[in-house]
């Protein structure tokens, strides 16, 4: 049997931790209404496959633009609709980018017309990150760990900045990048440019402030997770930079970064 597919998984991880899809007209359906019954081993891998459609269209179905908000900016991604009890009608740099990333991954087996609407969604999300690295008046930058929906910046108490956030959507972003530059080397180049570079930098400078929040948001600290997104990105960046005979020093701070990463083994 084939190994479950990410974005069914995904999705019904999504299901479980938030409300049904903005989208989605089957509010009262976590999976796939057809999943199997009497006989879950022979009909599994058929309800697989109809759950990968499934899930795919209600993850899309969670990136603006959608039309019970029309104040939403394109590109931007709900965490939940629930907007009380609790309120996670927000945009949220790290969930963001793990879920652009998944969409990207549906790419390469795509047919034509489903590929073009993913690529909407992803250049959406590519002017809401530009949309957003460029406000005014970020109190922790670009490691701001969540926004309004319609793009503007989330002013209420919330425990920032959460660093691992750029270095993810660093990440997600120069998959794409990659992807183009078997296309479009300009358009990649310009993507790198205009929008992974801020965020690289920004990890290169912020990842030894020891003050930054954590995943789940209730400590403060070096944290080995934030860390590990870090250098992976920093690695990464300074492997694209190469391929366009550039050098901004990202390697040596990964270097840096795993040098750091024995304080959090206890050889008890």
Known sequence: MKPYNQAAVLFCILQALS??????????????????????????QQWVSAQD????????ANIAPFASDPQAMPGAICASPSRKHPDYYYSWTRDSALVMNEVINWLPAANLTFRQQL??????????????????????????????MDGRPFKGNWCNAQTDGPALRARTLM??????QTTNKEQARNLFDQVVLPDLFYVQSMWMDPH?????EESRGMHFYT???????????????????????????AQQIASRLGQFWDQK
């Open 212 to 216: 930054n929040c954590d995943i789940w």
């Open 175 to 180: 998959k794409y990048a990659r992807i183009l």
């Open 119 to 148: 690529e909407e969604r992803i250049e959406d999300y590519i002017g809401f990150t530009r949309h957003v690295q460029r406000l005014k008046g970020l109190e922790y930058g670009l490691g701001e760990a969540k926004f309004h």
């Open 19 to 44: 409300a049904p899809a903005i989208g989605s007209p089957l509010k009262q359906h976590p999976l796939h209404p057809h999943a199997p019954d009497k006989h879950p081993h022979t009909g599994l």
């Open 227 to 253: 860390l590990l997104a870090q250098q992976r990105a920093l690695e990464e960046g300074a492997q694209m930079a190469e391929t366009m005979d550039e050098n901004w020093g990202f390697a040596e701070a």
């Open 53 to 60: 459609e499934y899930s795919q269209q209600h993850i899309l």
